[in-house]
C-alpha cells in the first residue's frame, strides 16, 4: 500500500524553527515533483513549497526566504525547513508526491495525512 507519510510539526514560538519530512513507501516506481501545501481554519488549502526530481524548487511568496525545501530521492523523502515562524504560519501541512507505481503506466498525485504546526505568539 503507498503511504506518504509526515513527521516533524508541532508547537513553536515566534521566531523559532521546525523540520517537516515526509517519506513515501509502497511500490514506487518514480516520483517527480513533491511538495508541502498547508490549510489554515477557514482558509483553503494554499501551496507552499515544491521540489521537482532534479531540485529545481518553487516557494510561495509568503514563506520565500524563510523555508527551504530538500529531498532525498534515496529515501523517498521531502523536507521542510521552517525558520522565523510567524503565527500566520499555523496550519496544517500536507505533503503530496506526483508519482508513478510500479506497474502504472502515469503518475498520480497522492497525498500525506497532515502534520499541525502552530506559532504561537
Known amino acids: 500500500q503507498l503511504q506518504l507519510v509526515e513527521s516533524g510539526g508541532g508547537l513553536v514560538q515566534v521566531g523559532g524553527s521546525l523540520r517537516l519530512s515526509c517519506a513515501a513507501s509502497?511500490?514506487?516506481?518514480?516520483?517527480?515533483?513533491m511538495g508541502w501545501h498547508r490549510q489554515a481554519p477557514g482558509n483553503q488549502r494554499e501551496l507552499v513549497s515544491t521540489i521537482t526530481s532534479t531540485g529545481r524548487t518553487n516557494y510561495a511568496d509568503s514563506v520565500k526566504g524563510r523555508f527551504t525545501i530538500s529531498r532525498d530521492n534515496a529515501k523517498n523523502t521531502v523536507y521542510l525547513q521552517m525558520t522565523n515562524l510567524k503565527p500566520e504560519d499555523t496550519a496544517v501541512y500536507y505533503c503530496?508526491?506526483?508519482?508513478?507505481?510500479?506497474?502504472?503506466?502515469?503518475?498520480?498525485?497522492?497525498w500525506g495525512q497532515g502534520t499541525q504546526v502552530t506559532v504561537s505568539s
Open positions: 503530496n508526491a506526483d508519482l508513478r507505481r510500479t506497474g502504472w503506466s502515469r503518475s498520480t498525485n497522492y
Open positions: 509502497g511500490s514506487i516506481f518514480s516520483i517527480n515533483s
